[in-house]
């Protein structure tokens, strides 16, 4: 089994609309979540941290953890084209300052 | 936020050669720097994790003396892919981790093609 478990897509949503990303890790001491997004050539950028169970709202951007279910999920409200990447969850599994073991990422793509 | 410049962006060899490649904070210290390795249309895969001052620490089936990395200062850490082959041909990624919060930052990445 995979430590970190992405779908990888495409998804496909229209503009405006809400896409829906989800991950599911395997390593039930996990305390760090992450979402970030990559452009085709381009390094990661992060989207969002999420450390305790609930919901966490940035802008468009909300992140859901449900650590019962090891379960984490990116919600992106008035999709844009320009949100068209791949989104990857990382989960660090001791905490802190440690290594983060990504997902194979979700291809997203925001049609006009 | 903090800025993590890597050099080269890309680099082209010839089979045989080394190629190193360069990865600074600009503007904090990173106690530990990560490398990434990302083959087209894969995630990303940890390669190592380097310390300011000590041996880094290679992640299962990453050969040490083919891909060198040094950790010489709080600012800069190098991965030099030694020999290199056309199956080394790759995306690579560095990151740092300062001395507060669980953040990464990535450098810019460096496209290896060897010939």
């Known amino acids: 089994q995979k430590e970190v478990e992405q779908n990888s897509g495409p998804l496909s949503v229209p503009e405006g609309a809400i896409a829906s990303l989800n991950c599911t890790y395997s390593?039930?001491?996990?305390?760090?979540f992450f979402w970030y997004r990559q452009y085709s050539g381009k390094s990661p950028e992060l989207i969002m941290s999420?450390?305790?169970?609930g919901d966490k709202e940035d802008g468009r951007f909300t992140a859901q953890l449900n650590k019962a279910s090891q379960y984490v999920s990116l919600l992106i409200r008035d999709s844009q084209p320009s949100d068209s990447a791949t989104y990857l969850c990382?989960?660090?599994?001791?905490?802190?300052?440690?290594?983060?073991?990504f997902g194979a990422g979700t291809r997203l793509a925001v049609h006009p | 936020g903090a800025v993590v410049s890597q050099h080269p962006s890309r680099v082209i060899c010839k089979s045989g050669t080394s190629v190193k490649i360069e990865c600074r904070s600009l503007?904090?210290?990173?106690?530990?720097m990560f490398w990434y390795r990302q083959f087209p249309k894969q995630s990303l895969m940890l390669m190592a994790t380097s310390n300011e001052g000590s041996k880094a620490t290679y992640e299962q089936g990453v050969e040490k003396d083919k891909f060198l990395i040094n950790h010489a200062s709080l600012t800069l850490s190098t991965l030099t892919v030694t020999s290199a082959h056309p199956e080394d041909s790759s995306f690579y990624i560095c990151?740092?981790?300062?001395?507060?919060?669980?953040?990464?930052?990535f450098g810019e990445g460096s496209r290896l093609t060897v010939l």
């Open positions: 503007d904090f210290q990173a106690t530990t």
């Open positions: 990382a989960v660090n599994p001791l905490g802190g300052y440690n290594k983060l073991i």
């Open positions: 999420i450390y305790s169970n």
């Open positions: 390593d039930r001491v996990s305390q760090s």
């Open positions: 990151s740092a981790s300062g001395t507060s919060g669980g953040e990464l930052f």
